[in-house]
């Protein structure tokens, strides 16, 4: 399968980068990097050096949005620290990021092969709404896309309300759900309930190899953040989970199907993914995204171990 990564690493970021580079069957067709856990400029950097540190250098890495289309920007470096990977320094990267913006280098993957790419968007939505601008067609000529981000029916965790990654472009993210997708949703009421257990971080010390290792410091910074919420050092894999169920389907175990809207003008909801969950839902034109809601987590994360090994 053929994919293109719109990402914004980030810890969870590069662990959903390994998961699909460790993969013979997935062909990386680009990444588009964004604002988010970091500028745009750090994050495209991340993504270069992610990519050579899990063994696919060469692939296209575009530099993407540098800030929302509306708001100010907000980072994440409390989360993913000063430079996006937990403050551990990777080597410098092998390439260069290509001329085009990751708009626009998405628009030309699928416009040269209509249906046949998926999309995994794992951070703010802003380059796939420039995407759409440029390219109005773009829902039907991406075969699937799986998006992490939102928080339906679980508490937000930038807000009471509002995920990360919606909120950091609540009409970026508006605008992706009105475009009529197939759509996947990995919110925090899955990823929130799917993580990494301090046995498996434990387990993950013990892998040699430089892939192992480095992930594994990245990671020790995540869980320090993670540790403060949870009470215990283990972390949430939001990114890595999206990639699954894009390339692992079968570790779906539960969905279900609702038109998603954002809120974009709530003075305590701004950001907020909202879905009418009501036994008898108002008429929606809006193509129903699929909410994900239940994955095998053992496989999981047996898969992901074996994606750093
Ligand atoms: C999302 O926000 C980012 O910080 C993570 O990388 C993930 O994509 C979780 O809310
Ligand atoms: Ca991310």
């Not at 280098?105 to 420039?130: F, K, S």
């Not at 508006?174 to 919110?187: C, H, I, R």
Request: net charge negative; aromatic share 4%.
């Amino acid at each position: 399968m053929r994919v293109f990564v719109d990402c914004d690493p980030g810890i969870d970021d590069a662990v959903a980068l390994a998961y699909l580079a460790a993969r013979d069957e997935v062909e990386i067709v680009g990444v588009g990097a964004v604002f988010g856990n970091n500028s745009v400029d750090v994050t495209a950097d991340n993504a270069l050096r992610l990519l050579d540190l899990y063994g696919r250098p060469g692939v296209p890495v575009a530099v993407g949005a540098g800030r929302p289309l509306v708001q100010e920007p907000r980072l994440a470096e409390h989360v993913h620290g000063g430079n996006g990977l937990g403050d551990v320094e990777l080597p410098a990267p092998s390439g260069k990021p290509v001329r085009e913006s990751a708009a626009e280098l998405l628009v030309n993957l699928v416009r040269a092969a209509p249906g046949e790419i998926d999309v995994l968007a794992v951070g703010p939505l802003t380059n796939l709404a420039i995407a759409i601008g440029l390219e109005p067609e773009l829902p039907r000529l991406v075969r699937r896309l799986v998006v992490m981000g939102g928080a339906v029916r679980a508490p937000g965790n930038v807000s009471s309300h509002a995920e990360a990654n919606i909120n950091n472009d609540p009409e970026a993210a508006e605008a992706v759900f009105a475009a009529g997708f197939d759509l996947d949703l990995v919110a925090l009421d899955i990823t929130m309930e799917t993580v990494a257990t301090p046995e498996w971080l434990a387990a993950l010390k013990e892998v040699p190899g430089e892939r192992a290792e480095r992930t594994s410091a990245f990671l020790d910074f995540y869980s320090d953040f993670y540790a403060g919420l949870f009470g215990v050092r283990q972390c949430a894999m939001h990114d890595p989970l999206a990639a699954a169920v894009l390339v692992d389907p079968h570790l779906v175990t539960g969905a279900y199907e609702t038109p998603l809207r954002v809120e974009l003008s709530g003075g305590l909801t701004r950001g907020m993914t909202v879905a009418d969950l009501r036994p008898r839902p108002a008429r929606d034109e809006r193509r129903p995204a699929r909410v994900i809601t239940g994955v095998a987590e053992e496989e999981f994360l047996g898969r992901m171990l074996d994606a750093l090994r």
